[in-house]
């Protein structure tokens, strides 16, 4: 019986095994978020195998040469502590050398990550609300209606770098809704809200100022549908992003730290109620 751990590529077919690990890690996956993450770079995903049988896996995306981000860091339960998990970590780390990389890291995992050299930014905060009724109002447009690059300008201008390759698959993916807060011809602010393995997750939610963002929101909740959950992920330092989502009604359910190996990218936090 063959037991040597090796360490390749994953391919696309193989990122539904991966998506259904996260789920049952109780991390809820939206259902279409493989095909914006294999598309921004197919060369980021990696697999564990002790034989021909998969047992951890690691996703390292490069948005560039400057900037990448790690996730889907899992070891199967009956293989934890046995060696595996470091293995592949180190073989993503070594993927993103040349990289700034960013992750989110789980509190009991923050301290690991620090000795691997990433250093705490802000903490995010995950909120639990649900859809609504329309109340009307909101004034926002379907961002299909908005010029993509219209659209890429003003998330360049948000995010840690360029991420053209990924917005449009995101922006385009089935059973979601992509919004933006419109003032005469110029982007206030965008949002997109995707279905998830239970209820939607809201993400990204940019905006210039705290109206467009309430707008942008409502919109999506609505679309959502009444009592279905909703999930929104803050960052603690943002206050009228927190402010935000308690007066939506929405609650805290856990936390995650923003983490980086570098400096922290140089983006307006008051914009970004939601990465």
């Given amino acids: 019986m063959n037991t040597e751990y090796t360490i390749r590529k994953a391919s696309r077919s193989e990122l539904a095994t991966i998506i259904d690990w996260a789920a049952l890690e109780g991390w809820n996956p939206g259902l279409h978020d493989a095909e914006a993450f294999y598309a921004t770079d197919p060369d980021g995903f990696f697999l564990g195998l002790l034989g021909e049988e998969p047992i951890s896996c690691i996703s390292a995306v490069a948005y560039n040469d400057a900037f990448g981000f790690l996730g889907f860091y899992i070891v199967k339960p009956d293989y934890r502590g046995k060696g595996y998990g470091i293995r592949i970590w180190n073989e993503a780390l070594k993927y993103l050398a040349e990289q700034n990389v960013g992750l989110d890291g789980v509190v009991e995992q923050q301290e690991n990550y620090k000795r691997s050299g990433f250093k705490l930014a802000y903490r995010n905060i995950r909120y639990q609300g649900v859809g609504i009724e329309d109340e009307g109002g909101a004034e926002v447009v379907s961002l299909s209606e908005v010029p993509f690059d219209l659209v890429a300008d003003y998330d360049d201008r948000v995010f840690p770098t360029s991420r053209h390759a990924f917005l449009k698959p995101w922006l385009e993916q089935p059973d979601s809704l992509a919004v933006g807060a419109m003032a005469s011809d110029s982007l206030q602010g965008y949002g997109v809200v995707r279905k998830c393995r239970t209820g939607y997750k809201v993400g990204p ?24 959950p909703v999930y929104l992920d803050v960052p603690e330092v943002n206050d009228q992003a927190i402010a935000l989502a308690e007066r939506s009604g929405m609650k805290p359910m856990f936390e995650t730290a923003r983490m980086y190996t570098r400096e922290v990218p140089d983006v307006p936090l008051d914009r970004i109620p939601v990465e």
Avoid: I, S, W
Avoid at 217 to 228: F, S
């Fill in 205 to 228: 939610l940019f905006a210039d100022d705290e109206a467009a963002a309430a707008a942008l929101l409502q919109k999506m909740r609505v679309y959502v549908g009444e009592d279905t």
